[in-house]
C-alpha cells in the first residue's frame, strides 16, 4: 500500500512568488489535513478535509493560503505571495474515518514533508 | 484550548541508561493522548497512545490527569531511539476535533 506522497520534497522560492504544495493521501481516507512545522516551534494545524470538504480550516494563517481537494482524492496547498515567515516543513497526513469498532480512534499517516523555504 | 508543552528541546542520554521525554498538556475534557516519532529521513510515525496502555519498542507512557502529564518513559536507551519525538493531543477545539502537537524532543542516545 502506498504511502502519503508530498510534491515536491524542498522548494526555495523568493518573497512575493507563489508556491504550490500537493499531497496524495492513502487511497480510501476521507481525512486529510494540513500541518506546518516553523523551526523551533510545534508542528501546529492548518486546516482538515473530509472527502472534498473542509471540515476546519481555523489553522490556516491568512488569506495568503489556499487548500483545495477537488474530487476527495489528493489536495493542493497553494501560498501566494509567498512571506518569509511561511518558510517551514508543511506535512500532510490523511487517515480513515474511524468507526465504532474502532472506538473512534483515528490514525494519522503522514507524508514526508514538504521543506518550505522562502528567500 | 487545548495545549501540549514538551519542555525539553534536546535529550542526551547514554546507551543503556533510562530514558524520560517529558509531556504536560491542557485540555478541559477527557483527552486522547499519543506520541509520534520522526527517525532521520523517514516520516512522523504513531509510537502510541494512552488508550491502549501498549509498550512499544519498550517505550511506554502513562496518563497522569492529576499532574496533566503524559511522560514517555523507556528503562534502557538504545541507540536506534535516536530519533524526534512529539507529544500530540486529540480533542475538541472550537467544535472540532483537533490533533494538537508539542514541539518536540530530540533524543540523543550517546553510544
Redo the contacts between chains.
Keep these: 500500500e502506498a504511502g502519503v506522497t508530498q510534491f515536491p520534497s524542498h522548494s526555495v522560492i523568493e518573497k512575493g512568488q507563489t508556491v504550490t504544495l500537493r499531497c496524495d493521501p492513502i487511497s480510501g481516507h476521507d481525512n486529510l489535513y494540513w500541518y506546518r512545522r516553523v523551526m523551533g516551534k510545534e508542528i501546529k494545524f492548518l486546516l482538515h478535509f473530509v472527502k472534498e470538504s473542509k471540515q476546519d480550516e481555523s489553522g490556516m494563517p491568512n488569506n495568503r493560503f489556499l487548500a483545495e481537494r477537488t474530487g476527495g482524492t489528493y489536495s493542493t496547498l497553494k501560498v501566494q505571495p509567498a512571506e518569509l515567515e511561511d518558510s517551514g516543513v508543511y506535512f500532510c497526513a490523511s487517515s480513515h474515518r474511524p468507526t465504532a469498532r474502532q472506538g473512534y480512534y483515528e490514525k494519522l499517516f503522514f507524508g514526508s514533508g514538504t521543506q518550505l523555504s522562502v528567500l | 484550548a487545548q495545549r ?1 508543552t514538551q519542555p525539553e ?1 534536546l535529550l542526551s542520554v547514554f546507551k543503556g541508561a533510562p530514558v524520560e521525554l517529558k509531556c504536560n498538556y491542557s485540555y478541559s475534557g477527557s483527552p ?1 493522548l499519543f506520541w509520534y516519532v520522526q527517525y532521520s529521513r523517514q ?4 509510537l502510541l ?1 494512552h ?1 491502549s496502555r501498549e509498550s512499544i519498542k519498550g517505550f511506554t507512557a502513562d496518563l497522569n490527569k492529576g499532574e496533566t502529564s503524559f511522560h514517555l518513559k523507556k528503562p534502557f536507551a538504545q541507540e536506534e531511539d535516536s530519533a524526534m519525538y ?1 507529544c500530540a493531543l ?1 480533542g475538541y ?2 467544535g ?9 524532543t530530540k533524543l540523543q542516545v550517546i553510544p
Excluded at chain 2, 43 to 46: K, Y
Excluded at chain 2, 96 to 104: H, N, S
Design positions: 501540549v528541546k486522547e516520516r512522523l510515525q504513531l497512545r488508550i512529539y486529540r477545539s472550537g472540532y476535533q483537533k490533533v494538537t502537537f508539542g514541539t518536540g
